[in-house]
């Protein structure tokens, strides 16, 4: 029912910027959350930011909340997460997914997926390094 994919990774230095991209494909008609989820390497999958469908309320981790902005387009189904300031622990593979909204609201860092997301997309790797 879901496909997504995202892009934008690679390697920065401290203190630039990235902007990544996730692209979601579903036939799925009703409103959605989105979230974006980081790996840091052997670690837990740990939520970042989401944002709602209709008023796009946008939340933030606090790790990440005054550095990074996430928009959606809802036409084109993209959204972007913009990222500036980075520091080397923001080095990880980056994943979006449709997310339970009552979660992206209530805390960002526990959120999980829709229950009818199984899958989870490729990722794209962000490396924070001098």
């Known amino acids: 029912q879901w496909h997504v994919v995202e892009s934008g990774g690679g390697l920065e230095q401290p203190g630039g910027s990235l902007t990544l991209s996730c692209t979601i494909s579903t036939f799925i008609k009703e409103d959605y959350s989105i979230g974006w989820f980081h790996q840091a390497p052997g670690q837990e999958r740990e939520g970042i930011s989401c944002i709602t469908s209709g008023d796009r309320k946008t939340y933030y981790s606090d790790s990440v909340k005054g550095r990074f902005t996430m928009s959606r387009d809802n036409v084109t189904n993209v959204v972007t997460l913009q990222m500036t300031n980075l520091k080397p622990q923001d080095t990880g593979t980056y994943y979006c997914?449709?997310?339970?909204?009552?979660?992206?609201?209530?805390?960002?860092?526990?959120?999980?997926?829709?229950?009818?997301?199984?899958?989870w997309g490729q990722g794209t790797q962000v490396t924070v390094s001098s």
């Open positions: 997914a449709p997310v339970r909204s009552i979660l992206c609201i209530a805390n960002v860092q526990t959120m999980t997926r829709r229950p009818d997301v199984d899958t």
